[in-house]
């Protein structure tokens, strides 16, 4: 199983966005999810 976070409320660099809410990419060997409960198309 691989969890990517590819949003978060933080940044550890300002090369990084960054905003209240969460999105993470999931993904198995039989699926593949995208988590998104973030409150813009910062990651689109």
């Given amino acids: 199983m691989l969890i990517k976070t ?3 409320n933080t940044s550890i660099s300002k ?3 960054y905003e209240h809410g ?3 990419y999931i993904e ?3 699926h593949k999810i995208l988590f998104d409960v973030g409150t813009s198309d910062l990651f689109s």
Avoid: A, P, Q
Wanted: hydrophobic share 40%; glycine share 8%; proline share 0%.
């Fill in 15 to 17: 090369d990084f966005g």
């Fill in 22 to 24: 969460l999105s993470l």
């Fill in 6 to 8: 590819l949003v978060e």
């Fill in 28 to 30: 198995t060997t039989k």
